[in-house]
Structure formats: C-alpha cells, structure tokens
C-alpha cells in the first residue's frame, strides 16, 4: 500500500500545494476549516482537477500533468464519503448500497448488499428511503456504499460534522472499527483533533493548503513541530522564548526559565504546553526545577473540567491579566480550596516544545 | 349547431407528438447545457431561450423561412416530394419551437437544484454518464421535470400564431382548437367557440391537476407516508 500526491492548484485565495507519501493504512489530515483540506480530497478522486503535478494510487497513476494523465472519476473508483452523504434520495437503502454492483449478477448483488447491511448494523432498513433513517445511519449506509464496490482507497470527508455530539462519539468508536476491516488506503479529513486522533495512527497537519507536518500521532501531539501544528492540535499556552542552552529556555513575558527533554536548536521562537499537562502541586515548595508560584486570575467550568487562568510570580491585577491557561477536573479543583495561593505549579520538562518562528 | 370534433384530434396529436419530442429534446439539452461552463453559455442559453420571449408570430415567420417553399429546409425536402408546410407537422415544429424553452429552463433549473455531491457519488461508484442522467440526475429532478413537461404540455396544446402561420387553419387537416375557437369568434359562432373553450379549460385542467397528485403521491412514498 502506498500513496504519492505531489499537487498544485489554485484555489481562492491561496494555493493548494501538497505533497504527501506514505504507506500507511488510515491517515487522518487535521486543518482549520477553508485550509484546503476538502479540495486535496477532491482532487484525489477526480472531482477536481489540480494545476499540475501528480497522484499515484498504489502504482496506478490517476493524475500526471506531464504525462497527461488524467483519469476520470468513474475510472479512479475511490470510496468517497461525502460531508452530507451525498445518498440517492430516490432510491432506497438497499437500491442506494446496489448502486455501484452492475457487474454481479442479480444474486451476487443481493448476497453483497445483504452482508453490507448487517455488517453496518443496517438491521431492516434496506427498503426505507433515505430522508427516513437516522444520521448515523445515513452515514453507515454512505460508508457501505462506498465500500460495496472494494475500492483501494476511501476518502472521508468530515464524516462526523454532521451528527449531533452525542451520536458523534458512538460513531467514531464504530467508524473506527470498520474502518480497520477496510483492505485499502484511507484518508479522512477534519478539523476536530480528537476525531483526527482517535481513528488514525498517522496524522497530516494541514495550513493554508500546506501539510504543516506529517507523522506518527503521539509524536506530533506531543511535540508539535510547527508553530501552527500546535495551534491546530490544540495548545492553549504558546509564548515567544529564548534558548538558553541545549535544555534550557527562557520565556520573557513570564520571567521563568524552563528545563525541557526536547533539544533546542535555534535561538529564538515559540515554547507550549498543553493545558492539561500543568499540575498544581500540593507541598509549599517552588525551589524546585519547573516548579513556579502561581495566583489564580479567572476559572471558567465545564461539566466535568475546570480551566483555571494562571498568573506567575505574582497577584493578578485583573482577571485578564494571566499567564497561561490549566485545565484540571472539577476533584482537582475542590481539592484546591484546602491549600492557600500562591500554589505551586510544576511544568514536566518532558511536555515542554520549542517551535522556531 | 353543426359541430365538427376534428379540431380535438388534430389538437391532440399535435400536442402529444410535440410533447414528446420537446420532452427528450429539453431533457438533453438541459443537461448538456447545465455540465457546460464553457464561454458560449451565455450566448446559447440566450438563443435557446429567446422563443420564449419573442412574439409567437416571430417564431411562425423564423419557421416559414426555413421549412417553406424557398427555405433551405423547404428546399431540401422538395427534393423527395415533401412538403411540410400547411401539414398537421408543420403545427407540431411551430409547438416544439415555442415550448421547447420552457421544457428547457424548467428542467436545467431543476437540474441546477441537484446537490453536486450527489452526482459526484454516483461516479465515483463507478458509473456511466448515461447511468448517472437516468438512475440518478431525471429521478432526482423528477418534480421539476414533471411541471416542465405539464407547462410545456398545456404551452402545445395553447399554441396559435405560429401555427396559423405556418400550417394554416385547414379545416379535418391543420385546423387545431385555439385556431378553430378563433374562427369560430370570428365568424359570430359564439356557441362553437364556447364549446371548445371549454374542452380546452377541461384538458389543460386535467393534465395539472393528475400532474400534482402524482407528484404529491412521489413525494409521500419517499417520505415514507404511503403508498
């Protein structure tokens, strides 16, 4: 299994320009929405036809400007799942997953449509129209429709953006088991970094029609390569920095110096951490490496999470005037009103990244 | 009253094969003409649009000089002993002429409505052109296409300059119900031309109203509310 895409194209207001190779299974491309995301998809499966370059499916060419090559959509045959499904409002469940199945005879057809349907847990439907079953399910019968013609390659395009947040975590989960069943190459485009993380192990940062970076998850989550890889995947605490040495930094704006793990190379940029690897230590000590005094200017709650807006060194003249933002569980925050500020927050070397600028 | 029927038959021939013909025809070349971007569109969409806006009595002059005796068309067919002019197919292309552009906007609009990733799935699943306007694009559109093919039905069924025009009022051979109601008014037969007022108020009605049940009976089988 292996992918080539080397493309241009202009768009709007900026040029999509991608290159991108891999031989992995299921690659998930993480963007702001209008990063160009979508039309890579688009390009890929013939719906749009990029400037120049070239895209090579598992050694078939589908596109080489040079060679002018340019398959149509028909001959590409990649499993597109579309936004809002894209279903045949004309035609019903089982009609719309047969759709595609010309070349079985008429039994063929109907044993393949038959074990779609209960696979994608499709139970009874298959006679129903389309604008007569659930989201989710509108979305499995997409998925078994573009999977009933065996496709090398499917292409998601935000397949969750259209589901209410409490189905959406149900479909991911199961998403992510059929999609581990799928033989073949898939992409799946959002901009919801825990979508991107849960069902991928590789992950394209996508900025203004650019891969920002591509790599294994864990390592791009953990140390963002990028400045806008971090914003995109999600870090609240982003400052300029300095280098001190090879693993030291220092941030002027907070007046601390930071011992991380990750080496740092150029001399100035940008230092995060994520809101959720600050911890609010119980003992009185700030002598400590990475350990600062730290006043609470403003907390906002959520259900179940309290964001705490942190000021070092120092009272909080207002509540807007703070440092860097933590996220704690509600527990974590109970436990806090025991203790008196300043409390000690400890900064783990190991989740501290440098970006240069 | 010495009422003669044959205006009803020649209408509905007429009006039936000029349908017909109009429908497939408006059918392609709205589609063809809603996939076209090219720079032309502006200008072909502009001419196939035009007899709609022009007096029929243009159409009828525009179709004379075609298909009449010194026309290229006309001309042609001499050759082979035709001549169309002043036959019940003369009125049939002065129909299609005049309705051909509502059949037309009404289903490129109703083409235009169609969601493109709908179209756009059906060939990545590996369908044909012709698979996708069938199975996928006419279906889809279906009620636009189903209130073109009644407007442009009622429009033939309508139709009297130009076919006066060019295929005359002969009575038992071109003489069609708008025409026979306008000789009837002006020969003081106030009677007849109220008869056939009539049967045209009682077709034109029909074919709607079976066109809006119909639809409405679609529309409820995919909503899942019947039938």
């Known amino acids: 299994m292996e992918f080539i895409i080397d493309i241009k194209k202009k768009l709007y207001d900026f040029q999509l320009d991608v290159k991108l190779q891999s031989k992995e299974e299921i690659i998930g491309i993480l963007g702001a929405s209008g990063s160009g995301k979508s039309m890579l998809l688009r390009c890929i499966a013939g719906l749009v036809k990029p400037d120049q370059g070239q895209i090579i499916i598992n050694g078939k060419t589908f596109f080489d400007s040079e060679k002018k090559i340019n398959l149509s959509m028909r001959e590409r045959k990649v499993g597109f799942l579309f936004q809002n499904y894209a279903l045949f409002p004309n035609m019903t469940i089982a009609e719309n997953i047969a759709f595609g199945l010309d070349k079985l005879s008429k039994h063929e057809k109907k044993s393949r449509v038959s074990a779609l349907m209960e696979k994608y847990h499709l139970g009874d439907i298959g006679k129903r129209y389309p604008s007569q079953i659930s989201g989710g399910q509108q979305q499995r019968v997409a998925l078994a429709r573009a999977v009933a013609v065996e496709p090398e390659m499917l292409l998601l395009d935000e397949p969750f953006s259209a589901l209410d947040v409490h189905l959406r975590n149900h479909m991911i989960r199961e998403l992510s088991e059929l999609l581990k069943e799928f033989q073949g190459i898939t992409l799946f485009v959002t901009h919801n970094r825990d979508e991107a993380y849960y069902l991928s192990d590789y992950i394209a940062v996508f900025n203004t029609g650019k891969v920002e970076i591509y790599g294994q998850k864990d390592a791009i989550f953990k140390w963002p390569g990028s400045l806008e890889t971090a914003k995109i995947t999600g870090c609240k605490n982003i400052v300029e920095a300095t280098r001190r040495s090879e693993n030291q930094l220092y941030v002027p704006q907070w007046d601390i110096a930071l011992r991380t793990v990750m080496k740092i190379e150029p001399d100035v940029g940008f230092m995060g951490i994520r809101a959720n690897q600050i911890k609010l230590l119980d003992e009185q000590d700030s002598q400590q490496e990475n350990c600062f005094k730290v006043y609470i200017a403003d907390e906002s709650e959520g259900p179940f999470r309290t964001w705490l807006y942190l000021k070092i060194g120092s009272r909080p003249k207002s509540r807007a005037d703070f440092h860097l933002q933590c996220e704690i569980s509600r527990e974590q925050r109970r436990h806090l009103d025991n203790l008196e500020e300043p409390f000690i927050m400890y900064i783990n070397p190991d989740y501290v990244f440098f970006v240069a600028q | ?227």
């Not at chain 2, 709205?30 to 720079?39: E, I």
């Not at chain 2, 009828?60 to 197919?89: A, D, H, M, Q, R």
């Not at chain 2, 009644?150 to 033939?156: E, I």
């Open chain 2, 1 to 227: 009253m010495n009422f003669d029927l044959s205006p009803a038959w020649i209408s509905i021939k007429v009006t039936l094969t000029a349908t017909a013909i109009v429908f497939f025809l408006g059918l392609m070349i709205a589609w063809l003409m809603s996939n076209y971007n090219g720079r032309w569109k502006g200008l072909i969409d502009g001419i196939l649009t035009l007899p709609l806006v022009l007096p029929p009595t243009v159409a009828g002059f525009g179709i004379l000089l075609l298909i009449g005796k010194n026309g290229p068309i006309g001309n042609f067919l001499e050759i082979f002993g035709v001549n169309i002019i002043f036959s019940w197919y003369a009125a049939v292309i002065a129909a299609i002429v005049v309705a051909f552009p509502l059949m037309y906007k009404t289903t490129m609009g109703a083409f235009q409505q169609i969601d493109p990733n709908i179209l756009s799935a059906a060939r990545t699943l590996g369908a044909s052109e012709v698979k996708v306007f069938w199975q996928v694009a006419v279906p889809v559109a279906r009620p636009g296409i189903a209130a073109a093919t009644a407007l442009t039905f009622a429009r033939c069924l309508g139709e009297f300059g130009a076919t006066l025009m060019v295929a005359g009022s002969i009575p038992g051979k071109t003489e069609t119900i708008p025409i026979a109601i306008y000789f009837a008014t002006q020969g003081g037969e106030m009677q007849v031309a109220l008869v056939w007022v009539l049967i045209i108020f009682a077709i034109s009605l029909t074919v709607l109203v079976i066109n809006n049940y119909w639809e409405s009976h679609k529309k409820n089988q995919q909503r899942g509310l019947g039938g």
